[in-house]
């Protein structure tokens, strides 16, 4: 089905949010039904088949370790390197650590083109292979590229469309926001997320898709489907705007109502303003202590080098292994390359309580050793479940109990996504947003947030970690009007 024209004059910000909210309702176009996608995501995903083969590090083409720290770098300089991180957290659970760290200086783009078929936004997604893609094959955004790359430092084919974004003034720029990636593995990673809106014809090449917010969405729903780029673009998107509720009815679903009205509400329209929000966050910051710095791998306590991959002597937390890879459909065929591999599935969950009938999300302002401005807001749950076995139980996340003890009836989406498969292997998380009891407080370090407010400021960098970004864009897909 198509919808109709927006009602002339409204405020900017409002008419984009609108097209969002409709592109998310409309169940087909001309483009395409949601059967259409999954046809065409199955037939990619035979056709880009890939052979991943873990490798001893050693046996890393074109890596070595440097002779002088241990560390795992690539012989051009560029992409990427493994070193060794220190941390301090005085007065913390746990208050010094070392670790090995996903050091990557250069900026990346992830970007989405937009484009209006039949009146509906659709936006260009990519069926993409990752070498840590437990499946092979996930939904990508347009361009999914590091720095490295779209310059030709792996001597490869060019990336497509990537001169969309590295010449978006010529375009609709809708979102442009450097953002981190996870500061629990990377050292001061970000990437510049966008959306740039196109009117002129696009050549749709092979591997690549116009789809609507629905059908994306829906997707969503579906365990390692949507990729980890294409999750934090979607969290960008200007999804905000007063009268949204009004304009997508909810029916008797209340939940969906009062999430409607929170991407509408004012940004001051919550259970705090957000000139206390930036406060808060602000104090966070400059009261955080935790102090973090590179130092050689080598030098890395607890890690040791064993059976080709660096291991923690618990074997819990994570793994630095190698891959070789053969496939097609890439700007090169073949390579190899170290990945980050974490055991066990990771937990990431929103609580979230009606206000005065809007939705509210709980966040915790969440220290990171790999972010660049330290504190960043996070889920309410962010961890790890097993690695707790040898951790202090002081270290025990708030609310983890909660959420793992929570019945079905309290649980509204529910999803094991998978981490970048650029860098980590077999890396998933299951999402979970869970309603709690309309009378749950708010303990230090957490607040009860609005949509409005969280997408505001995911105008500006560093403010929502990559953790909470993907929950976002999987709240904002329970408002699709189930087929």
């Known amino acids: 089905m198509t919808v109709s024209a927006l009602p002339a004059a409204l405020p900017a910000h409002t008419a984009q949010a609108l097209r969002l909210t409709r592109s998310a309702a409309t169940l087909s176009t001309s483009a395409g039904t949601d ?134 003034a010529r375009h609709t720029v809708l979102a442009d926001v450097r953002q981190s990636e996870q500061g629990a ?74 999430l409607l009205r929170s991407c509408g509400a004012g940004v001051d329209e919550g259970a705090h303003t957000m000139s206390s929000v930036l406060h808060w966050i602000t104090d966070a910051r400059s009261a955080a202590e935790l102090r973090a710095h590179t130092v050689p791998l080598d030098q890395a306590a607890g890690w040791r080098t064993e059976g080709g991959r660096i291991s923690h002597e618990s074997g819990l937390f994570f793994d630095v292994m190698g891959v070789r890879v053969r496939t097609r459909g890439r700007e090169v065929d073949r390579w190899t390359q170290p990945l980050v591999a974490a055991g066990g599935r990771g937990l990431i969950a929103f609580l979230t309580r009606s206000v005065d009938g809007v939705l509210h999300v709980l966040v915790q302002a969440k220290d990171e050793p790999g972010h660049n401005d330290t504190v960043e807001l996070a889920p309410t749950v962010q961890c790890n479940p097993r690695n707790y076995s040898v951790l202090p139980p002081a270290a025990r996340p ?46 230090p370090g957490f607040r009860w947030m609005t949509l409005r407010q969280l997408t505001a400021l995911l105008r500006h960098s560093y403010y929502l970690d990559v953790e909470a970004r993907s929950l976002i864009a999987c709240l904002r897909s329970l408002l699709v009007v189930p087929q």
């Open 185 to 258: 593995w990377f050292y001061r990673k970000r990437n510049r997320n966008m959306v740039v809106e196109v009117r002129e014809p696009v050549v749709v090449r092979d591997g690549f898709r116009w789809m609507t917010l629905g059908q994306i969405h829906r997707l969503l729903a579906l365990d390692d489907v949507v990729n980890m780029d294409a999750r934090t673009v979607l969290s960008c998107l200007p999804f905000e705007g007063p009268g949204l509720h009004e304009d997508a009815p909810a029916g008797r679903d209340t939940f969906r109502s009062a």
């Open 398 to 443: 708030a609310f983890l109990d909660e959420v793992l003890a929570a019945g079905p009836e309290r649980i509204r989406f529910d999803t094991t996504l998978s981490e970048e498969g650029g860098r980590f292997h077999h890396t998933r998380n299951r999402y979970l947003i869970v309603e709690a009891d309309d009378d749950q407080g708010e303990p």
């Open 35 to 168: 059967a259409d996608c999954a046809r065409w995501l199955a037939e990619c995903s035979e056709r880009l088949a890939a052979e991943v083969e873990p490798v001893p590090l050693d046996a890393l083409a074109g890596w070595h370790r440097r002779p002088d720290t241990g560390d795992l770098v690539h012989e051009s300089g560029r992409f990427f390197s493994v070193e060794g991180l220190s941390v301090e957290r005085p007065g913390a659970a746990v208050v010094r650590w070392c670790q090995p760290v996903i050091n990557q200086p250069e900026t990346g783009i992830l970007g989405l083109l937009m484009t209006e078929i039949d009146g509906v936004a659709h936006f260009l997604m990519q069926a993409k292979m990752e070498p840590g893609n437990h499946n092979g094959v996930q939904l990508s955004p347009t361009v999914q590229a590091t720095r490295s790359n779209y310059t030709g430092a792996h001597r490869g084919r060019p990336v497509p469309y990537v001169e969309y974004f590295r010449d978006a």
